[in-house]
């Protein structure tokens, strides 16, 4: 564990790594990965296990590269902020924690993996974790913000944001606010509730 740590905290400031995927309507960066059988296992089952770990060691080596890609509000990229040693660790405990979304096992041993990190994940990382205020009867689930146009970044609001060109169905009754995009990118004029999902609609 610790080598697969030293991997992802080299990486964080590195440049992006093909074949990683940022899917910001779904808030998630996900990442591919191969792990070749090892030939001198004594049987398949013991290849599965070491060439599984292989595999989503270079799907996390990827999600690294690509979330130290990733735009910040204020300006820059995520891997910016990864020279200071605490954000550093946060966003390397992010992706020793990427979840698997797919795993698919080759009949000769190897296996081909899929792992993602929340880019909700990636922002508290660089902010700290949510401080979830008693809000008595508790805010929307989400919260719809019209008129914002630019491209996606990471912490424009200091709470989970997907970013959509039409409301999606499952968000059709949530509150609608007004924001627009303030200096930095940051986007202005919302009261915001950390608890709350804020959809984000605009043409980027």
Do not use: C, F
Not at 91 to 119: F, K, Y
């Amino acid at each position: 564990m610790m080598e697969r740590m030293r991997l992802v905290l080299a990486l964080l400031l590195a440049p992006a790594v093909a074949h990683a995927d940022v899917d910001w309507a779904k808030g998630i960066v996900t990442a591919p990965g191969v792990g070749v059988a090892d030939r001198h296992a004594p049987n398949p089952a013991v290849a599965r296990g070491t060439s599984r770990r292989v595999a989503e060691d270079a799907a996390r080596a990827k999600l690294a590269g690509e979330i130290a890609a990733l735009p910040l509000a204020g300006g820059g990229k995520v891997g910016d902020k990864a020279k200071d040693a605490a954000v550093k660790a946060r966003l390397a405990a992010a992706v020793e924690h990427a979840i698997s979304i797919a795993a698919e096992p080759e009949t000769d041993g190897a296996w081909r993996v899929t792992m993602g990190v929340p880019i909700e994940a990636v922002r508290q990382a660089l902010a700290g974790p949510r401080v979830l205020a008693d809000a008595g009867d508790g805010p929307p689930a989400a919260v719809i913000v019209d008129g914002v146009g630019g491209k996606p970044a990471v912490g424009v609001v200091g709470a989970a944001t997907v970013w959509v060109t039409d409301v999606p169905a499952w968000a059709k009754d949530a509150p609608h606010v007004a924001g627009k995009r303030g200096k930095g990118g940051a986007i202005e004029g919302i009261d915001v509730q950390p608890q709350a999902l804020y959809v984000i609609v605009g043409k980027p």
